[in-house]
């Protein structure tokens, strides 16, 4: 992160709906890491969105058991 913030990470499934929030919080300025806990969630095709100040990004993740 460029600067400190509120940030949201959420992992939504292929229909757009929201299947779990990792970071829903105010961050310092640097570099994090978040763990996923996926043993509630099958395998398949999601999305996870990264929001934080100005920036909102979405990118494709696959699980595979």
Not at 5 to 34: C, N, P, S, W, Y
Not at 35 to 43: C, G
Not at 53 to 62: F, Y
């Amino acid at each position: 992160l460029g600067e400190q913030g509120h940030v949201q990470l959420k992992i939504f499934d292929v229909l757009g709906r929201e299947t779990m929030t990792l970071v829903d919080e105010l961050r310092e300025a640097g570099t994090h890491e978040v763990k996923l806990d996926a043993s509630k969630i099958s395998s398949g095709v999601y999305f996870y969105q990264l929001r934080a100040e100005k920036l909102v990004e979405t990118k494709k993740l696959i699980l595979i058991r």
